[in-house]
């Protein structure tokens, strides 16, 4: 396994090679607008996009030309397909035979696994599966990509040097893809679900709401970076704040009481397991 991050500064200092995005959602944008300020020119990214205010909105805001999903491909080296799962599969069939032997497809569709996206283009086509999440909005993703059977280092380094642009990258067997869906994935709504019930509830105890969110949010927010950057592990970190009888003790009690990490083991389980079923349906 093997972590890439994403450059400290921007640099135009890279490989020169078409780049299409199939899907200009929320996903689609985002790795559009990173791939932007990591240096890359319009000129060499393109897009498809089903709805036309859509694909207006998003060429005048980025200056990248919108073209039909079938000239996009034929245009481009790499191809990135970020539609939602079950519009992968007609996607790739309507532009497999203008791919040319060269291009790379890589898929952000999660639960399509590499053998069924082959399954819809020309024989050998090298194929790159990635589990994005959303924080990628923000420049802060992490996406563990797998290869396909016909993709090999140089491939995962090319997908890795898209992906940077919008967070960290790890490297990892294709049947570990759904345990990432289930932590890392769907991980965002838990941190969201944690916050909405940290500013509820201190709302419930005395503090308006706007303050409540505040604390909530720069909390969490502080937690984190300290998280990746101390060194530390999260119980080292938990138990430096715990002193012994004071209130971190209490609260923490209360929670884990309550069945907190029974309650995320669960969690995790099925959402790895509805990753596995929503594979089986495609």
């Known amino acids: 396994m093997s972590f890439v991050h994403p450059p400290k500064e921007k640099s135009g200092e890279t490989e020169r090679m078409r780049i299409a995005i199939l899907g200009a ?8 607008a990173g791939l932007l300020r990591a240096g890359r020119a319009p000129v060499e990214l393109c897009f498809s996009e089903q709805y036309a205010a859509r694909a207006a909105e998003i060429s005048e805001r980025y200056g990248v030309e919108a073209m039909s999903s079938v000239a996009a491909a034929e245009s481009a080296d790499v191809v990135v397909l970020a539609v939602k799962p079950p519009d992968v599969g007609p996607l790739a069939s309507e532009i497999r035979s203008k791919l040319r032997p060269h291009t790379l497809v890589v898929s952000v569709a999660a639960g399509i696994s590499t053998r069924a996206l082959e399954g819809h283009l020309p024989a050998g086509s090298r194929v790159v599966r990635v589990m994005p999440n959303t924080p990628m909005l923000v420049g802060e993703g992490m996406s563990a990509i797998a290869a396909g059977a016909h993709a090999g280092p140089d491939d995962l380094a090319r997908a890795e040097e898209l992906l940077v642009a919008v967070g960290k990258v790890v490297r990892l067997p294709e049947a570990q893809l759904d345990a990432v869906t289930a932590l890392s994935g769907s991980g965002p709504a838990y941190v969201f679900l944690l916050a909405e019930a940290m500013i509820d509830a201190g709302v419930l105890i005395g503090l308006a709401r706007p303050v409540a969110t505040e604390l909530a949010v720069q909390t969490i927010l502080g937690s984190a970076v300290m998280l ?5 592990s999260a119980a080292q970190l938990r138990e430096a704040v715990t002193s012994p009888g004071g209130t971190t003790a209490a609260a923490l009690r209360q929670l884990e009481d309550r069945g907190l990490r029974a309650a995320f083991n669960d969690a995790l389980e099925a959402a790895r397991d509805r ?3 929503m594979a089986g349906e495609k």
Request: without cysteine.
């Open 25 to 32: 959602g929320k996903i689609g944008e985002a790795l559009l």
């Open 228 to 232: 990746r950057d101390s060194g530390d």
């Open 275 to 277: 990753s596995r079923e």
